[in-house]
């Protein structure tokens, strides 16, 4: 029988996938970010990881607990003591985090197709129990650091983010706010010019900046041609400037002009991409190639002597450039020619954990004959359903302990990666204090061996081969003084106390004086 079949033939880009790494463990659960083909014809997938509560410390998973606490605080949602024990426990196993750690993964891993969301906060939480292969997440960790983050958007409303609007002022009301403290007027567009006048005059200021590039030798270098000075000179620094100035002289052109070409020569004004050498404005690539639009890691990295303004001011002029366009043209036909889809073929190899096959038919644990009990794993129930009776049984487990799941718990083990029945080998997970761990919790019925809080067995119980040895019997009797001193000396003994303390000594000789006392009494 195939250990797991692949419903979903066809993966895309950002679909949520099951991955194999192990033919025992959990199956991973990761996001396509990228399909690629190798050299060799083979198809990798680049993922995003998600982690389940089974793969971070026990600290973090009490502090995602305290987080989910506090949010059905602050939403006055039901809280989980109104799920029954089954509910929680399966629950949990639905929990994830994510990661902004990427690796990559070949598609021949992936066994099937899940889906992940959001911690919906108005949604009922069993609504993620009712749906098959549904997780959530409401927190990031980091499992580089060891932490854990709220992955929760905030909406950008009140005076810090948005203007206030003041009330429109009646005919004589005087403004009474500070002026100072206000934006300072530029230009005025019932200016006593006409249109043509505003662009003669900036034309000419386009022609001073062509003709004081000329006299600039650094500008020479960078602009040898007549027809690169003069597409520098008409960009907007030198008409920002012409204008400015014309507003500054109250729309006088004489007076204007006469600033645009003073005694010392003509002004030249240059903008962040006349001021970057070509080496510069390489190394500006490279880094947001890198880093993306973090321009704090793109100035602390690669260009330190940089300001924070002029490095931004310069990203939204080179977008402008013929440079930009051409990258943006690579990239779309880089993004054209990746693989947007990937067929994954039926899976159907036997899993390596199968202990049994049986052609379909239910198989009966007890009885069968000599080799019946080795090849299904020695009349043990499922340690999870404690189903005697399964189309197919896996080993579970260490190979010592002979532990097994039946066909469904060994699916929902590889999928959500924990048993369906709760058992009290969680209870250190929801009660033990952080510093302490239990190693050995029996389970609440059935005759399973012993498991750690990640439901793995943890010790031996039942293999002839691992069995203690036998020990010689020995009896205690207590003596008549002994019998007597247990009643007559509760208040030093204090019985239940002791049981509590075992290797706290008793004081043996604090009881024979007491008693001795009595007796003289």
Known sequence: MASDIVSCRFCYFADYVFFENSSSNPYLIRRIEE???????????KVVCFYRRRDI??????????????????????????????????????????????????????????????????????????????????????????????????????????????????????????????????????????????????????AVGTFARALDCSSSVRQPSLHMSAAAASRDITLFHAMDTLHCHGYDLSSALSVLVPAGGPVLCRDEMEEWSASEAAMFEEALEKYGKDFNDIRQDFLPWKSL??????????????????????????????????????????????????????????????????????????????????????????????????????????????????????????????????????RSRGHGPRQSSHMVPVRNSGSPKSSTKTKQAFLLQATRLTKLARHMCRDIIRLRRAARRPFVPINCGAIKAECKSSFNS
């Open 57 to 206: 410390s026990h600290s973090l998973i009490q502090l995602a607990d305290k987080h989910a606490r506090d949010l059905e605080e602050e939403n006055e949602s039901p809280s989980e003591a109104e799920l029954t024990d089954k509910q929680k426990h399966q629950l949990r196993h639905r929990e994830l985090f994510l990661s902004r750690q990427y690796e990559s993964l070949p598609a021949t891993h992936i066994r099937g197709k899940c889906s992940v969301a959001l911690l919906n906060e108005t949604e009922a939480v069993l609504s993620y129990l009712d749906k098959e292969d549904t997780f959530f997440y409401s927190l990031v960790y980091d499992p580089t650091q060891k932490t854990l983050l709220a992955d929760k958007g905030e909406i950008r409303v009140g005076p810090r983010f948005q203007a206030d609007v003041p009330e429109m002022l009646q005919e004589g009301e005087s403004d009474e706010r500070d002026q100072l403290k206000l934006e300072e007027k530029l230009w005025d567009p019932d200016c006593p010019l006409s249109s043509k006048q505003i662009d003669q005059f900036l034309v000419v200021a386009r």
């Open 309 to 442: 303004t002029s490095i931004i001011e310069y990203y939204y002029m080179w977008k402008t450039t013929d440079r930009y366009v051409q990258q943006k043209r690579l990239k779309a036909a880089e993004a054209e020619s990746k693989l947007k889809q990937v067929y994954i073929p039926t899976y159907n190899k036997p899993n390596p954990n199968q202990i049994s096959v049986t052609n379909g038919k239910m198989a009966t644990v007890n009885g069968a004959g000599p080799g019946a009990y080795h090849a299904a794993g020695g009349g043990r129930a499922c340690e999870s359903c404690y189903s005697m009776q399964s189309a197919q049984w896996y080993s579970w487990g260490p190979p010592n302990m002979q532990c097994r799941l039946c066909v469904s718990c060994w699916m929902y083990w590889k999928k959500y990666g924990g048993l369906k029945m709760p058992s009290r080998a969680e209870g250190p997970e929801e009660k033990t204090p952080p510093n302490k761990k239990d190693k050995c919790v029996p």
């Open 35 to 45: 399909l690629n083909k190798t050299a060799s014809g083979n198809v990798e997938a």
